[in-house]
């Protein structure tokens, strides 16, 4: 099991340019999550999809951002455009079910200047 | 709404030291999760336990024991004769059950961390 794979693991871009983050869930877990990490509001969730579909996009700060899930085996989450007060660690996790154990990708560190 | 309080917010214990780390929650689901994960200085976040909140035993595995009450809305962690890798960022977490229906339903709210620095 390769586990949940992010890419990249970190991106420097400039401010006003167009980001995109990928995620890979394990294979068989049907829900996946987007996280953000910053050191002032610590771990909050972006989003999260269900069998492909997005259940609570509640937490997406704006409308700068936008994640996708076209199939089971990948999900992408896009800001457009970047500023630096998004600079942050980008998690992305799945599980069965949304209550089974949540496993974690290693995180994109995103850097906008 | 969800919230899990972690209030301490730094810890730094001396090695074979016992410490616990705090975590009291709030959720109005009747059936719920908790979490704990630990995100050492590498960044990943990795799963220690989770628990069913109809499941009020305490649980250990090997220097790592959790206590949950659930009369005090808590879920305490201790690591008994730490060591200098256990020195991470630890989360609690909470999450609402399928029995729930909310929706806190499938969203895992994370307390703010606490961070632990196990010298030698």
């Known amino acids: 099991d390769a586990g949940v794979i992010q890419s990249p693991r970190h991106e420097v871009t400039e401010m006003g340019q167009e980001v995109t983050l990928r995620c890979k869930p394990i294979?068989?877990?049907?829900?996946l999550f987007w996280y953000r990490q910053t050191m002032m509001r610590g771990l909050e969730l972006l989003i999260y999809?269900?069998?492909?579909?997005?259940?609570?996009d509640s937490g997406m700060p704006e409308d700068r951002f936008s994640a996708k899930m076209p199939n089971a085996s990948f999900s992408t989450l896009k800001i457009q455009p970047s500023e630096p007060r998004d600079s942050a660690v980008y998690f992305c996790a799945s599980n069965r079910d949304r209550v089974d154990g949540y496993t974690f990708g290693s995180g994109t560190r995103l850097t906008v200047v | 709404a969800q919230k899990v309080t972690q209030a301490q917010t730094e810890i730094s214990v001396v090695e074979k030291e016992d410490v616990t780390l705090d975590c009291v929650y709030e959720?109005?689901?009747?059936?719920?999760?908790l979490f704990w994960y630990k995100q050492p200085p590498s960044g990943e976040l990795v799963f220690l336990i989770r628990r069913n909140s109809f499941d009020e035993q305490n649980e250990i595995s090997g220097r790592y024991s959790w206590n949950f009450q659930k009369s005090t809305s808590s879920f305490n962690f201790t690591i008994t004769a730490s060591q200098v890798v256990d020195s991470a960022v630890y989360f609690c977490?909470?999450?609402?059950?399928?029995?729930?229906?909310?929706?806190?339903?499938?969203?895992?709210?994370f307390g703010q961390g606490t961070i632990l620095t196990v010298h030698p």
């Open positions: 294979s068989g877990h049907n829900s």
């Open positions: 959720t109005r689901d009747t059936t719920y999760y």
């Open positions: 977490a909470l999450s609402g059950s399928s029995n729930a229906g909310g929706t806190s339903y499938g969203k895992l709210t």
């Open positions: 999809f269900n069998n492909n579909v997005p259940i609570d």
